[in-house]
């Protein structure tokens, strides 16, 4: 008896002494009371759970019954908000907000209207003004990493430093004359020098981004894929997008496809990231796979263009990578992937005559996770996950168009609004919280955008265009 009273004081002094010497982990950031969306491989929703954050990483993931265990500087109560992965716009040409609205239904309007535009007006002054417009409407609308193809690209890279995100920034190549290069060669230059300087930032990942293959030469797109195996770093590209690119590409390779062009000429690589592929086929399709190439799927853009609407399903069922893009502000119009999220979900049922293709978890994975991986960042971010970094958003659930909440999936692609976004995290740092710009002044971009607004105004009235 008196052993086993002893053996028990024993185990008492033991628990007692693990107990006064348990220490809570020490993190920066702590996200408790949520529904958590974890978009890992396994998919997870924890319905009260929390996610830990210290310096720019994810440290815990858990369904919240752990939370003593954690020490926090700071504390978000979520209170059933869904917080998940930042989500990723993989195609995108952040500076044109300056020029949104002009000219959106005239025919032909890239070769007509754009092209002729950005000859008169893009500058570094434009670029800033624009990217910094954008990038505020990204982040409002929770999308914390973007992948962005324009000219002047290190004057983008300024403004993303600046605010705080994380982006793919490709300094554009094409074959005539353009405001930072006489041709594709100085683009070329432009780009090297570009990349060379930002290769080591922790947050933006230069790029080549040749305009499509039939406004560039053979030549330099050859060159272009060399210099990105060269250099470790993606090259973006529209491809596969309009009637005049097969044609051109028809007769320059005897009748091939842009997609089999570009695998002859061996420029299709796994740093490649062809946005909109609209006009693929099964076999298209199939190189695409073979040589690991990533696709921006851009929905809105697309349809508002007429040009069709690419074949996601099968490109899904061949698990290619693809990702939810929005194209330029003068293509979709928003800069906000979830304004994607339901004409991607519905376009889809329509074409297919499926009523249940395109479920909402599949386009979430194509905002976050899916995004990741076309843009070959998958181990990265993309998915709420320990190691992985910090780049998060809290989606509000009281708003009106989001109550009642039975399926965190459907309300987001059925009923969110980009402006249901609370707070952006982008490597652990909170760069809006409840609606407000935390390092950047609204008001002052806002103002400095509209200013430049009138320059374009006076310059599309002088060249006999009406703007209203």
Do not use: C, W
């Not at 007692?16 to 348990?22: N, V």
């Not at 060379?196 to 305009?211: G, M, V």
């Not at 990741?372 to 989606?395: F, V, Y």
């Amino acid at each position: 008896m008196f052993k086993k009273t002893l053996l028990a004081l024993s185990f008492a002094a033991a628990s007692l002494t693990s107990t006064s010497t348990f220490a809570a982990e020490n993190v920066d950031l702590l996200i408790q009371n949520a529904t958590v969306l974890t978009m890992n491989q396994e998919r997870q929703i924890f319905d009260n759970g929390l996610v830990a954050i210290k310096d720019n990483k994810i440290v815990a993931v858990t369904d919240g019954s752990d939370i003593k265990e954690y020490q926090a500087k700071r504390t978000i109560n979520a209170d059933g908000d869904i917080v998940m992965p930042g989500l990723i716009n993989t195609h995108t040409h952040v500076s044109m907000t300056v020029f949104r609205s002009l000219a959106d239904d005239v025919p032909d309007r890239l070769h007509r209207y754009i092209f002729p535009l950005e000859k008169e007006l893009v500058s570094r002054e434009m670029v800033r003004i624009g990217a910094r417009l954008g990038n505020i409407e990204m982040l409002k609308g929770g999308v914390t990493t973007y992948a962005d193809m324009y000219y002047f690209e290190d004057e983008v890279a300024k403004t993303v430093d600046e605010i705080g995100m994380r982006a793919v920034l490709g300094e554009s190549v094409i074959k005539f004359p353009v405001a930072d290069a006489a041709n594709a060669e100085e683009g070329i230059k432009y780009a090297v020098n570009f990349i060379e300087e930002y290769k080591d930032h922790p947050r933006i990942t230069p790029a080549f981004a040749p305009h499509a293959p039939y406004t560039n030469t053979t030549e330099v797109l050859q060159k272009i894929t060399k210099l990105s195996l060269e250099h470790d770093v993606p090259v973006m590209i529209h491809l596969a997008e309009s009637d005049r690119e097969n044609e051109v590409i028809a007769k320059r390779s005897n009748g091939k496809t842009p997609i089999e062009y570009m695998a002859d000429i061996g420029a299709l690589t796994h740093k490649l990231v062809g946005a909109h592929v609209i006009n693929a086929s099964n076999s298209d399709l199939d190189l695409l796979k073979k040589h690991d190439v990533g696709v921006a799927h851009n929905m809105s853009a697309n349809i508002k263009s007429a040009k069709g609407v690419a074949p996601v399903i099968k490109m899904l069922e061949k698990d290619i990578r693809v990702g939810l893009g929005t194209d330029g502000p003068m293509s979709g119009n928003t800069l906000s992937t979830i304004d994607e999220f339901n004409q991607v979900a519905k376009v889809h049922k329509l074409i297919n005559h499926d009523r249940a293709a395109m479920p909402p978890q599949q386009v979430i994975e194509m905002a976050t996770i899916g995004a990741a991986r076309a843009l070959h960042m998958e181990d990265t971010i993309g998915s709420l996950e320990d190691g992985k970094l910090a780049d998060i958003i809290i989606i509000d659930t009281k708003a009106p168009n989001m109550v009642p909440m039975y399926n965190p999936y459907s309300a987001l692609v059925y009923s969110a609004y980009a402006m249901n976004v609370k707070h952006t995290i982008v490597d652990g740092k909170i760069l809006m919280q409840d609606r407000s710009m935390t390092t950047i002044d609204e008001n002052e971009v806002r103002n400095e955008a509209q200013a430049f607004a009138d320059k374009v105004r006076k310059t599309v009235i002088a060249s006999g265009e009406t703007v209203q």
